[in-house]
């Protein structure tokens, strides 16, 4: 009866481990993006008439889903995690004999053997070491949480604030202090997809790119990368444009909006 109802408890843990990562993704998600309209509407961006967009980084949604899946398990692992005797996995050949199996069958089995000692390994040492493992979880946590919502930039008329992990309140560029925006196709695993780098004299870059976030008073992000290059271009800032692939991108988009980043290629 005890080993039935460890098994139950593990299969449960494991159901609830599933179902709390799902439920992760959407509410990180969804609080991501809640949260950062907060801080623009704390800062009365879409009020200012010399706003023009509010952007942040696709890699700060990866941050904000890790945060939230790492402190989900942190807390159902100190929940259901238990300290345990160490156990050796006893396999019996009578029932399963590697012996005459083929050589694809024997390396699944020997992999299967290895794996369930791992598992059994890691749960008893996660189990003597819960605290210890759930604050090293909720740290991790915390900082990936923290860094996706202090990454992000915004662009007005004059000035450019950029605010960064160990800088929350932001380092403030003049666009004239942009060196050059560089344009162009990326190839990656024979796909391709546009980059609209801004570079300043400092090294520091903000790329707009399609996983990029753009928020502004317009509902088109490529209408507001237009804006941009407008504002560049209005202040004779140096484009870098490499067109070599463009021909080769657009195909998976909407018409209208591979006009409009081919726009993007002009002088």
Known sequence: MKKISGAIKGILVYVLMIIGIIVGVLV????????????????????????????????????????????????????????????????????????????????????????????????????????????????????????????????YQDTIVQHRFFNPRGQIYRWENIEEVRVGIKEKRRD??????????????????????????????YDDLLIIDHRVKELGIKKVIDRFNLDKWGNEYYPDHVEKVRRLFED
Request: aromatic share 18%.
């Open 28 to 155: 990180s998600l969804l609080g991501f993006t809640l949260l950062h309209n907060i801080i623009a509407g704390a800062n009365h961006l879409f009020e200012r008439s010399d706003f023009i967009a509010y952007i942040i980084p696709g890699r700060n949604y990866v941050f904000a889903i890790i945060a939230f899946v790492l402190l989900v398990i942190g807390l159902l692992g100190i929940k259901f995690i238990t300290p345990t005797e160490k156990v050796e996995l006893q396999f019996e050949e009578a029932d399963f004999n590697p012996k005459d199996l083929s050589l694809f069958f024997k390396a699944v089995y020997i992999q299967f053997r290895f794996k369930t000692r791992v598992y059994v390994a890691l749960w008893h040492f996660l189990g003597k070491h819960k605290r210890r493992a759930f604050s090293l979880t909720l740290a991790a946590s915390l900082l990936l949480g923290y860094y996706s919502f202090t990454d992000y930039s915004i662009l």
């Open 192 to 221: 391709y997809d546009y980059y609209y780098a801004i570079e300043f004299k400092d090294k520091t870059i903000i790329n707009l790119n399609p996983s990029t976030s753009i928020n502004s008073h317009s509902y088109d992000s």
